[in-house]
């Protein structure tokens, strides 16, 4: 089974008011290094760190973008001016490369960029926009126009134009740009999120959103991203709904979480749903733990495991709104596969973020793919169900 990312590609159904982009697969930047043995720009570029939001309220954990899972095509300007963009649960800015970055900047000058003489309903802005990663930081200014998303006109648009992009993920990105779908509290310069400014211009029948991935890597359809609600055909049984407990990003309470029968959150601790990575994070001395109990090897900070041992290894349970959800080793571990060759591994690292927003376990496509996930903004909750 090979590693792959989601590109959304654009589809609007009616359904109710339901705003639907369909998913599709495609190899993501972290399968072709790995397919190299490139371990050591993996390591580097997975190094903990933190993104900030500046001119914000509050620190939000890295997404880790090699592994990007969720992108789609949205639109900026009059006429419109199409941008491939990441998903992100993790963060509340859209921003897209500009036309004004310097000729030096090869992550810029490698994708799609803004440019406002070419929009009539542009209107210049100027604010000073910056956002601390791991990899340096991204800066540009701010500029406001219509943003087109599932085919709606969201006016009077908040959005950054990156003048500088740093290190080599942004190179090498799928994407040209991130539209955060975390809280307003941590958008940088206080910018109004684009499914916020939906909400409050009455796009969307319902508050909410989400994800549902499809695991078959053998099914040319990836999945769907819902605006405005949820869709029953994409999970079955009940919502297990836990409420966000800061309204910054989704984080939410676990109560338990066992590797095993070992406990790995002992009276219980705070994880966040992100869409930025396909990876899980969690506290450094517990992922280690994890490694040594699964005889894990690693490789500049990637944990192999004998394909061959996959079957034999413990299930990873997450203890969420009183219900328990257990991710099989066959969902837990990442099978690359390329030039005949298959390499399997842990699809976890260990990241220690610090008091107060950490200690923090973060879940993303591993623990969303098997699980359709719901973000409620109306009640400030996050959903989880089978997915079908």
């Not at 989400?210 to 890597?217: I, S």
Request: net charge negative; aromatic share 10%; charged share 15%.
């Amino acid at each position: 089974m090979k590693l792959i990312v989601l590109l959304c590609t654009l589809y609007v159904a009616s359904f109710g008011e339901l705003i639907r982009f369909k998913l599709t697969k495609e190899n993501s930047i972290f399968q072709n290094l790995v397919a190299t043995g490139n371990f050591e720009t993996i390591s580097l570029l997975s190094q903990p760190g933190i993104k900030r939001a500046e001119e914000g309220n509050a620190d939000v954990a890295l997404s880790n973008f090699m592994n990007a899972q969720y992108f789609g095509e949205v639109s900026l300007g009059t006429p419109p001016q199409p941008f491939k963009v990441l998903f992100d649960t993790g963060s509340s800015n859209l921003w897209v490369p500009s036309s004004h970055c310097g000729l030096l900047n090869i992550a810029c000058r490698t994708h799609r960029r803004y440019k406002d003489s070419d929009s009539s309903t542009f209107v210049k802005n100027g604010t000073d926009f910056s956002i601390q990663y791991g990899t340096g930081s991204l800066t540009g200014y701010i500029s406001q126009d219509t943003l087109i998303m599932g085919g709606i006109s969201v006016k009077n648009q908040l959005f950054a134009e990156a003048i500088k992009e740093p290190g080599y993920t942004f190179v090498a990105a799928k994407f040209d740009g991130i539209l955060g779908m975390g809280f307003p509290s941590i958008a940088v310069t206080g910018a109004t999120p684009p499914f916020n400014n939906m909400i409050a211009q009455g796009l969307v029948e319902k508050p909410m959103f989400a994800f549902w991935l499809n695991r078959n890597p053998d099914d040319k359809n990836g999945g769907e991203l819902t605006l405005g609600g949820m869709d029953p055909d994409h999970y079955t049984g009940n919502i297990t709904w836990t409420t966000v407990i800061m309204s910054a990003y989704w984080e939410f309470a676990v109560d338990e979480i066992t590797y095993g029968t070992e406990s790995m959150c002992s009276g219980g601790c705070k994880a966040i749903a992100d869409t930025g990575t396909s990876m899980m994070t969690g506290p450094k001395e517990h992922v280690d733990r994890i490694v040594e109990m699964a005889g894990a090897t690693s490789a500049s900070g990637v944990n192999m495991i004998d394909c061959t041992k996959v079957a034999d290894l413990p299930t990873f349970t997450f203890t969420i709104g009183g219900r328990k959800f257990p991710l099989t080793p066959e969902q837990y571990i990442l099978k690359v596969s390329e030039l005949g060759q298959t390499v399997c591994l842990l699809g976890m690292i260990g990241m220690d973020i610090p008091a107060p927003a950490g200690p923090l376990w973060i879940l993303g496509d591993v623990f969303q793919g098997p699980y359709y996930t719901v973000y409620d903004f109306g009640n400030a909750r996050v959903g989880f169900a089978d997915a079908a």
